[in-house]
């Protein structure tokens, strides 16, 4: 078992005090000097180590509280903590580029069309039986779903969307998981501006969530390729006609 290394932090440099500390520290907490659950030395002995202020030493701790890589907890029994590494401020930062307008649901729709293939390719081609156990009972609870009409709209958006969590999780690659996961928890918020809550709907988006599954469980990577870029497609061409339609209702009230 490896030896752990102790941070060995050095006294800030005084033409970028500030940097420095958030620096020193951030390398320490990446390269597992300190891992998920150490606590940080108390704040007298980092001041001395560093050779700081208390508000310098607290704007440093603030940013890393807010990049995720410590918790700031207050009391005796409080600290800086070490966290593991998630994503936590990546999905807040894309959560509010949408809300600025700064990524158009148009934006997502292409660049999604790009990955969702990839990623039904990759679960086909890694796909364990229990992987596939999975997606049945998913399929499953989206079709309880979708018998029971619009009233079971919101629930059937859910199965929709843990499908493709779980096709991600299947993928076994991390980052198309990490931005799966990313997109799906933030895109919610355009299904009622742009899906019109229809059975028809429901039942064209179950029957593609069916045939991603069946070309997963039997390992058809091209077929489970074209059949989400379809899914997505159709998404991206509904959303363009829908804002086209929006934008003109809105010219014409203004005249």
């Known amino acids: 078992m490896p030896v752990k290394k102790t941070p060995d932090f050095q006294r800030a440099k005084k033409n970028r005090i500030f940097q420095d500390v958030v ?7 990446l390269d597992r000097r300190l891992e998920p659950g150490d606590v940080l030395p108390p704040e007298r002995e980092l001041r001395e180590t560093f050779n700081i202020s208390r508000g310098t030493l607290r704007e440093a701790l603030r940013v890393l509280e807010q990049k995720g890589l410590i918790e700031i907890k207050v009391g005796t029994a409080g600290g800086s903590i070490v966290k593991q590494a998630g994503m936590e401020q990546l999905t807040e930062t894309f959560a509010l580029l949408i809300r600025s307008g700064s990524l158009t649901v148009i934006d997502i729709g292409e660049f999604r069309e790009g990955i969702e293939g990839k990623i039904a390719a990759l679960a086909a081609e890694r796909a364990t039986p229990d992987d596939i156990n999975r997606l049945d009972a998913l399929i499953e609870r989206a079709e309880a779903m979708n018998a029971r009409g619009t009233e079971g709209w919101e629930d059937f958006l859910d199965m929709d969307q843990a499908v493709h969590k779980e096709l991600a999780r299947i993928s076994r690659n991390s980052l198309y998981r990490l931005v799966s996961e990313m997109v799906h928890d933030n895109i919610r918020q355009y299904y009622d501006r742009f899906l019109d809550n229809t059975l028809d709907r429901m039942a064209e988006n179950l029957k593609d969530l069916q045939e ?7 390992h058809r990577p091209g077929d489970a390729t074209r059949v989400a870029e379809n899914h997505v497609h159709r998404f991206i061409v509904r959303m363009k006609n829908k804002e086209a339609l929006l934008v003109d209702c809105q010219e014409n009230g203004d005249r």
């Open 23 to 29: 620096e020193q520290i951030q390398e320490a907490i």
């Open 212 to 218: 991603m599954v069946t070309a997963v469980k039997h």
